[in-house]
């Protein structure tokens, strides 16, 4: 039966409810042999004792016989009923063994005979036969006492093959349930103890038994489960984490550039390198930013390894730059790989910001510096002014003194030699009052150009005419009142002095990359401004010239008249060297 449990295997629950049945079954066997053969061995000793009470009652019978003949029959009544007796007809049953049913059968036989002898009177022939009878009787005794041994050794002989072979049972049991029961358990819990610690590639014990099977298979479901789960949990963290560094080198490369950008005056060097920073950066194939002007006028600023060719087939990406609805330009990119939109937006916000910021300080300092002029212009205006206008005045009065007293020529002369001085004065102080009232609304030098010149045009009949085409980021806010001072003096000049009716005024880059400025006339020729080269207004423009780094250059034309040419170094370098 254990055999066979062990072969078939299904149901641990089974298994064990076997073993348990083999157990009470082996063990209740056990124990009804034992109270059947109790049962049958009670009567064993009574049954000797009767059998052996026999031997007694025969001999005593012959005694009676032969001395009391009229007790006779009681005794043989008496051994009849001990022959008869329930502990001996016992060796009749059908557990009894057929030696001692026939034993007691041949002693039951015997006494018929002897009986008869003793009936008869045949005392002779009973005594002669008394021996064999009671070795008859013996041997019955004999065979019960056989029979109640062996009875005692099957019920010992059963009890301890009982005991080795519910110890087998149980060994084998034990062996059996530690391998296919205990050991799996283990292993489950090793696998969940492993799980616990968040390794889930883990075996499962196999076995064939349900329970343990469907638990196995419980827990490789939720290990497979969380698994997954834990890989896709681990994968959304290391993409957050990617994202976050991500955002956080994009955060920090932004607020360098910005740092960089808004540290100090707005180079276009320093655009250049925030652009090559960022084709490093992202790994664009081509990177370039250009900046428009309110003239219509661009500057391109590229990257490392240029801008392709026009006829190029590389698709580009525009980024615009916008503030306050006004188109600043716009950073266009290259790329092989997909564009980063967020970071690139967030980077052309930067520069629309540098740049707008740029503008403003270069306005607020040329506001400054118009304001400061003003306030030395009104300064002028009121002292040196009205003490000129004052001594104007008495001048006049004095000539006209002079002029009732007739005697008086040389002091009339000096007189009037002060009036002129003091006129000249007069005139060179409003005309530098114009100048100082010159001013700039906007940081664009062509504009302040284009007012200046509004302003001549209304008190000179001369054709004035303009041709700007200097870009923007080469000269900064306080160079450009210098270069219009200059302008507005050379233009003067042309006017009053060289009685010029075509002015032409040339603004460009030279072929040394720097600004230049040509006030170019048609009047009397460079001889006028020999002889005015000790002229205060001359003077100034070399002062300004120098401010500005550059040099002032008169020469004459081929056409006649003659032209002032003004050079100097961008406030940076040019852009590509």
Same mark, same amino acid.
């Given at each position: 039966?254990?055999?066979? %449990?062990?072969?078939?295997?299904?149901?641990?629950?089974?298994?064990?409810?076997?073993?348990?049945?083999?157990?009470?079954?082996?063990?209740?066997?056990?124990?009804?042999?034992?109270?059947?053969?109790?049962?049958?061995?009670?009567?064993?000793?009574?049954?000797?004792?009767?059998?052996?009470?026999?031997?007694?009652?025969?001999?005593?019978?012959?005694?009676?016989?032969?001395?009391?003949?009229?007790?006779?029959?009681?005794?043989?009544?008496?051994?009849?009923?001990?022959?008869?007796?329930?502990?001996?007809?016992?060796?009749?049953?059908?557990?009894?063994?057929?030696?001692?049913?026939?034993?007691?059968?041949?002693?039951?036989?015997?006494?018929?005979?002897?009986?008869?002898?003793?009936?008869?009177?045949?005392?002779?022939?009973?005594?002669?036969?008394?021996?064999?009878?009671?070795?008859?009787?013996?041997?019955?005794?004999?065979?019960?006492?056989?029979?109640?041994?062996?009875?005692?050794?099957?019920?010992?002989?059963?009890?301890?093959?009982?005991?080795?072979?519910?110890?087998?049972?149980?060994?084998?049991?034990?062996?059996?349930?530690?391998?296919?029961?205990?050991?799996?358990?283990?292993?489950?819990?090793?696998?969940?103890?492993?799980?616990?610690?968040?390794?889930?590639?883990?075996?499962?014990?196999?076995?064939?038994?349900?329970?343990?099977?469907?638990?196995?298979?419980?827990?490789?479901?939720?290990?497979?489960?969380?698994?997954?789960?834990?890989?896709?949990?681990?994968?959304?963290?290391?993409?957050?984490?990617?994202?976050?560094?991500?955002?956080?080198?994009?955060?920090?490369?932004?607020?360098?550039?910005?740092?960089?950008?808004?540290?100090?005056?707005?180079?276009?060097?320093?655009?250049?390198?925030?652009?090559?920073?960022?084709?490093?950066?992202?790994?664009?194939?081509? %990177?370039?930013?250009?900046?428009?002007?309110?003239?219509?006028?661009?500057?391109?600023?590229?990257?490392?390894?240029?801008?392709?060719?026009?006829?190029?087939?590389?698709?580009?990406?525009?980024?615009?730059?916008?503030?306050?609805?006004?188109?600043?330009?716009?950073?266009?990119?290259?790329?092989?790989?997909?564009?980063?939109?967020?970071?690139?937006?967030?980077?052309?916000?930067?520069?629309?910001?540098?740049?707008?910021?740029?503008?403003?300080?270069?306005?607020?300092?040329?506001?400054?510096?118009?304001?400061?002029?003003?306030?030395?212009?009104?300064? %002028?205006?009121?002292?040196?002014?009205?003490?000129?206008?004052?001594?104007?005045?008495?001048?006049?009065?004095?000539?006209?003194?002079?002029?009732?007293?007739?005697?008086?020529?040389?002091?009339?002369?000096?007189?009037?030699?002060?009036?002129?001085?003091?006129?000249?004065?007069?005139?060179?102080?409003?005309?530098?009052?114009?100048?100082?009232?010159?001013?700039?609304?906007?940081?664009?030098?062509?504009?302040?150009?284009?007012?200046?010149?509004?302003?001549?045009?209304?008190?000179?009949?001369?054709?004035?005419?303009?041709?700007?085409?200097?870009?923007?980021?080469?000269?900064?806010?306080?160079?450009?009142?210098?270069?219009?001072?200059?302008?507005?003096?050379?233009?003067?000049?042309?006017?009053?002095?060289?009685?010029?009716?075509?002015?032409?005024?040339?603004?460009?880059?030279?072929?040394?990359?720097?600004?230049?400025?040509?006030?170019?006339?048609?009047?009397?020729?460079?001889?006028?401004?020999?002889?005015?080269?000790?002229?205060?207004?001359?003077?100034?423009?070399?002062?300004?010239?120098?401010?500005?780094?550059?040099?002032?250059?008169?020469?004459?034309?081929?056409?006649?008249?003659?032209?002032?040419?003004?050079?100097?170094?961008?406030?940076?370098?040019?852009?590509?060297?």
């Amino acid at each position: 039966m254990l055999k066979a %449990l062990m072969i078939k295997r299904g149901s641990l629950t089974s298994t064990i409810l076997g073993l348990m049945l083999a157990f009470i079954l082996l063990s209740s066997s056990l124990a009804l042999y034992a109270i059947f053969n109790l049962s049958i061995s009670i009567g064993d000793a009574k049954a000797i004792n009767a059998s052996g009470s026999l031997r007694m009652q025969s001999y005593r019978l012959l005694l009676y016989a032969q001395n009391e003949p009229e007790q006779t029959n009681e005794k043989i009544i008496q051994f009849e009923k001990t022959l008869d007796s329930p502990a001996l007809q016992r060796s009749l049953n059908w557990y009894s063994p057929t030696q001692l049913s026939d034993q007691y059968l041949q002693v039951i036989n015997r006494w018929q005979l002897m009986r008869t002898y003793i009936e008869q009177g045949k005392l002779t022939q009973y005594k002669n036969g008394l021996k064999n009878f009671v070795d008859t009787i013996d041997t019955l005794v004999f065979k019960m006492e056989q029979f109640a041994a062996l009875k005692l050794r099957w019920l010992v002989i059963s009890q301890i093959s009982g005991l080795i072979l519910m110890l087998f049972i149980a060994v084998i049991a034990v062996s059996y349930t530690r391998k296919r029961v205990v050991k799996p358990l283990h292993q489950l819990m090793d696998s969940a103890e492993t799980i616990s610690r968040g390794v889930f590639d883990v075996e499962m014990p196999k076995t064939e038994y349900i329970e343990l099977t469907a638990l196995s298979n419980a827990l490789k479901k939720i290990t497979t489960e969380l698994s997954t789960l834990y890989r896709d949990l681990e994968g959304q963290v290391n993409e957050k984490t990617v994202a976050l560094t991500r955002a956080n080198n994009e955060l920090n490369f932004l607020y360098d550039n910005l740092i960089k950008l808004q540290a100090d005056k707005l180079e276009y060097k320093t655009l250049q390198g925030a652009l090559n920073q960022l084709k490093h950066f992202e790994r664009i194939s081509y %990177l370039r930013l250009v900046i428009e002007h309110q003239d219509e006028t661009q500057d391109v600023i590229e990257a490392l390894d240029g801008w392709p060719d026009a006829d190029s087939e590389l698709k580009s990406v525009s980024f615009p730059l916008i503030h306050n609805n006004k188109h600043l330009g716009h950073l266009d990119v290259i790329s092989q790989k997909a564009v980063n939109t967020q970071l690139l937006a967030n980077f052309a916000m930067m520069l629309t910001r540098s740049i707008t910021i740029h503008n403003a300080t270069e306005q607020r300092q040329q506001l400054a510096l118009m304001e400061e002029r003003a306030v030395i212009a009104r300064e %002028l205006h009121d002292s040196l002014g009205q003490l000129l206008s004052f001594l104007k005045i008495q001048v006049n009065l004095l000539t006209k003194s002079l002029k009732r007293d007739q005697g008086k020529e040389e002091a009339e002369k000096q007189l009037h030699q002060i009036n002129a001085g003091v006129t000249t004065a007069y005139s060179q102080l409003r005309e530098l009052l114009s100048t100082f009232r010159l001013t700039l609304k906007e940081p664009d030098l062509h504009q302040g150009i284009e007012m200046m010149l509004d302003q001549l045009r209304g008190q000179s009949d001369a054709q004035l005419l303009l041709e700007y085409h200097l870009p923007a980021h080469l000269m900064e806010a306080k160079q450009h009142i210098h270069i219009l001072q200059i302008t507005r003096e050379a233009t003067l000049n042309s006017i009053k002095h060289a009685n010029a009716t075509k002015i032409c005024i040339k603004c460009n880059v030279n072929d040394k990359g720097h600004p230049s400025i040509s006030i170019c006339d048609n009047g009397l020729g460079i001889e006028h401004i020999k002889e005015r080269d000790q002229h205060f207004g001359i003077g100034i423009m070399h002062e300004r010239a120098n401010k500005l780094n550059g040099t002032i250059n008169f020469r004459s034309n081929i056409d006649g008249g003659s032209t002032v040419i003004l050079s100097f170094p961008p406030q940076q370098e040019p852009l590509n060297g």
